[in-house]
């Protein structure tokens, strides 16, 4: 799973300046880090639920993706 996020998942997110990586899965959940334009995302929910229909239909599993929201580094300050 880690591969397929790390991989797959994230250049397609890439070509919007957005930044994904996998973090971590208990059970059916995956929880993912997101980044740049994602972290800021007003729709990221339906990010998240695509990301769902992809990794079952590519790899036939259902998971729920849990996303964190990690702003910029210059948004820190």
Same mark, same amino acid.
């Given at each position: 799973?880690?591969?397929?996020?790390?991989?797959? %998942?994230?250049?397609? !997110? @890439? $070509?919007?300046?957005?930044?994904?990586?996998?973090?971590? *899965?208990?059970?059916?959940? %995956?929880?993912?880090? !997101? @980044? $740049?334009?994602?972290?800021?995302?007003?729709?990221?929910? *339906?990010?998240?639920?695509? %990301?769902?229909?992809?990794?079952?239909?590519?790899?036939?599993?259902?998971?729920?993706?849990?996303?964190?929201?990690?702003?910029?580094?210059?948004?820190?300050?």
């Amino acid at each position: 799973m880690e591969e397929y996020i790390n991989g797959y %998942i994230r250049e397609r !997110l @890439q $070509g919007d300046g957005g930044e994904i990586t996998f973090v971590k *899965r208990e059970g059916d959940e %995956i929880t993912v880090l !997101l @980044q $740049g334009e994602c972290s800021k995302c007003l729709i990221l929910d *339906r990010c998240l639920s695509w %990301i769902e229909h992809r990794i079952e239909k590519d790899l036939g599993e259902s998971v729920k993706v849990i996303g964190i929201r990690k702003k910029p580094y210059f948004q820190d300050v």
